[in-house]
């Protein structure tokens, strides 16, 4: 992603927080510009090391705070196999998260198969089970990669 990209999800991020009514604070907004400069995904630590770069105070607390915003406001998507963070590129609608994880590079990629979707919730409806949310995590190697 350029600068002039990041720069411009940024301001639809915080046009859309005023819209909710909800906050974009320093250290909220700054994490979401280091997740926007990164093309895949960044672990909390390495967060915590660049946010301190502008942010010296910063603590855990600090990070895990803004990603709870970040995440409930569907911005950033957490990849749970390896506890780290991706920023969502359409994040002004809800959606099926389906991501393309690369064990070489570590690159992610996002996908949005609405059949996957439907099918996955079907199945489990079938159980009687009722999904609220899903996400679906695939590794191997990148296009660059293999
Ligand atoms: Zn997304
Ligand atoms: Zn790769």
């Avoid at 607390?61 to 390896?82: C, M, N, W």
């Avoid at 969502?88 to 389906?98: A, E, L, N, Y």
Wanted: proline share 3%; hydrophobic share 35%.
């Amino acid at each position: 992603m350029t600068a002039q990209e990041a720069q411009r999800l940024i301001h639809k991020a915080e046009k859309l927080c005023q819209q909710r009514g909800a906050r974009l604070t320093n250290a909220r907004r700054e994490v979401f510009a280091i997740l926007a400069e990164h093309s895949g995904a960044v672990g909390a630590y390495d967060l915590l090391d660049q946010l301190r770069e502008v942010m010296p105070n910063a603590k855990p607390p600090t990070i895990y705070r803004a990603l709870d915003f970040l995440q409930e406001q569907g911005f950033v998507h957490k990849i749970t196999s390896s506890n780290s963070f991706v920023l969502c590129s359409h994040f002004d609608h809800q959606h099926p998260v389906q991501m393309l994880i690369c064990e070489s590079c570590g690159d992610v990629q996002e996908i949005q198969s609405e059949g996957v979707y439907d099918e996955l919730k079907h199945q489990a409806e079938d159980q009687g089970f009722k999904v609220q949310n899903q996400t679906i995590e695939a590794h191997g190697l990148c296009a660059k990669c293999h």
